[in-house]
């Protein structure tokens, strides 16, 4: 099985703010004493802040890139300053740099820290960026940020919602600076920024993650903590935040499970769609087997993994314990080869899959079936981009079974369908029903089956019906009497 870990460098976030607060009266010769180690072990400059904000240098050296500052803070109510403490900052590029030194275990702690001060994490930002040349719409920036001011007007109690624009670009700010979170959406030259600026208890609940060099559980709860953060305020659009979408289908799916990637929308006769099925099958089947058990195998510099399952494994993932039962061994064994050996021969049929990525990575070089202690035992290899291909949706088990050919149809149909990048799906169900030349019956248990598959899937029980006759209507239950009037149907994945 694969591990959904989140990190910020799987989600695409950096760090791009980071603070540290030393409590009490400055203390400098402390504030030296990591100037000084900043400067020797990783080639920071330093400079020194009060609340005047009167600034010098402790150590510089016009060779180093990166810098980072020590804002001093005595208390003095008329200059507004009404705490007592040392401030390490590191913005920006000094953050990236510094962070990854956090992440590679290079950072002696001790160094920050005395007997009689306190030193705390005080605030991360975490940012999403997305580069306009990746932005592809006749939808502006300002009509997409109107879309996330109407959405937290309707949701959200903040008072804090500013809405501008200024020299470098439109800009959404939500929340009080002083509050555990802020957010900002705004705009420079080349990039669309979604930052989070977290603070005070949010962080410090995670701080001993951080100082204990456990990066993976910092990293995932704050991770998960901006995901959920940005999902409150952003507007769920395919253009500006896809990133978020994609987040939203992955964030409680399990291993287990039917296994979907993206579909062109071709069609196939019924032997191409069991073979593309079967695929489907087979890897939904593999990632409920522990990858600690997998052989690394390397042929013509491609790396691949060995598998070895007993058949019978697979005969009850795929629910045909029965459906062979009567038949002989022979027989058995004849059949699920020749489900396999489909497998190896499905190349001119991944076309039907619309990311090259998957494409290029569907390859099964091995492949053989053995008898072993009276069990059939599947001995084959599989390409490891295949195995540890992040799916874009992984949907219910029993997705994975299928009776006969027209409920393998009508599924692979509407799975098609679902399958697009776009929130917003359309099925045309006319199309559908005329596929089958079947009886009275038959032709009432398919649209049966339709509204079973539509069920089994994570959408919003809404659905908005084209008729034949012209006109729309909008249900939240289907019935054979509606599958049967409506030419095509339109419905909105739940994320």
């Known amino acids: ?82 705490w007592d403490g040392t401030q390490v900052r590191f913005s920006g590029k000094n953050a990236v ?18 007997k009689n001060k306190k030193f705390t994490l005080n605030r991360v930002d975490l940012c999403y960026s997305k580069n306009k040349e990746d932005i592809h719409t006749n939808q502006s920036f300002e009509s997409f940020l109107n879309g996330c001011h109407e959405k937290i007007l309707q949701n959200s109690r903040t008072k804090y919602i500013q809405y501008h624009r200024n020299e470098k670009g439109f800009i959404l700010k939500i929340g009080s600076r002083r509050s555990p979170n802020y957010y900002r959406v705004y705009e420079n030259n080349q990039q669309i920024r979604f930052e989070l600026e977290m603070k005070s208890t949010r962080v410090q609940s995670v701080q001993d993650f951080l100082f204990n060099h456990q ?26 935040t896809d990133w978020l979408i994609k987040y939203c289908r992955r964030k409680e799916k399990q291993d287990a499970g039917f296994l979907l990637p993206f579909f062109n929308q071709n069609s196939l006769s019924v032997s191409d769609t069991k073979k593309v099925f079967g695929l489907l099958q087979f890897l939904s089947f ?59 021969h499905i190349k001119p049929l991944i076309t039907t899959f619309s990311d090259q990525k998957f494409q290029s990575s569907v390859a099964l070089p091995t492949l053989s079936i053995d008898k072993i202690n009276f069990d059939w035992v599947v001995q084959l290899s599989i390409a490891k981009e295949l195995y540890l291909y992040d799916y874009p949706f992984i949907l219910a088990t029993s997705l994975i ?71 729309t209507k909008i249900v939240d239950k289907l019935t054979p009497l509606l599958i049967g009037k409506t030419r095509t149907m339109n419905f909105y994945e739940k994320l």
């Not at 980072?68 to 005595?74: G, I, K, P, R, S």
């Not at 299928?402 to 990048?421: A, D, G, H, P, W």
């Not at 899937?457 to 012209?470: F, S, T, V």
């Open 97 to 114: 740099r510094f962070y990854s030194l956090i992440q590679q275990q290079k950072i002696n702690w001790d160094i920050f820290k005395t």
């Open 286 to 344: 593999i990632r409920t087997i522990p990858s600690q058990t997998f052989e690394t195998i390397i042929i013509q510099h491609q790396t691949y993994y060995g598998i070895t399952f007993p058949l019978k494994d697979f005969v009850k993932f795929l629910g045909e314990e029965e459906k062979y039962k009567n038949y002989g061994d022979r027989y058995r064994r004849k059949k699920y080869i020749q489900f396999f050996t489909n497998l190896q």
């Open 215 to 240: 990066i993976t559980e910092f990293e995932q709860i704050l991770t998960k903590h901006f995901y959920r953060h940005s999902n409150k305020i952003l507007l769920l659009d395919q253009v500006y």
């Open 1 to 82: 099985m694969i591990k959904n870990k989140l990190s910020f460098e799987s989600q695409n976030l950096q760090v791009d703010y980071l603070t540290f607060n030393i409590q009490g009266t400055p203390d400098f010769d402390l504030v030296n004493r990591i100037a000084k180690y900043l400067f020797q072990h990783f080639d920071f400059n330093s400079i020194i802040s009060n609340c005047s904000k009167n600034k010098k240098h402790l150590f510089f050296s016009d060779k180093n890139r990166y810098q980072v500052e020590f804002a001093v803070y005595q208390r003095a109510p008329e200059l507004n300053s009404f």
């Open 401 to 471: 079974i299928y009776k006969n050919t027209y409920e393998l149809q009508i599924r692979y149909n509407i799975l098609q369908n679902f399958s697009v990048n776009d929130l917003k799906k359309t099925l045309d169900v006319q199309i559908l029903l005329k596929t089958f030349n079947a009886s009275q019956k038959r032709h009432t248990d398919n649209k049966i089956e339709i509204i079973r598959q539509l069920n089994q899937l994570p959408i919003q029980k809404q659905y908005e019906l084209h008729l034949k006759n012209g006109k």
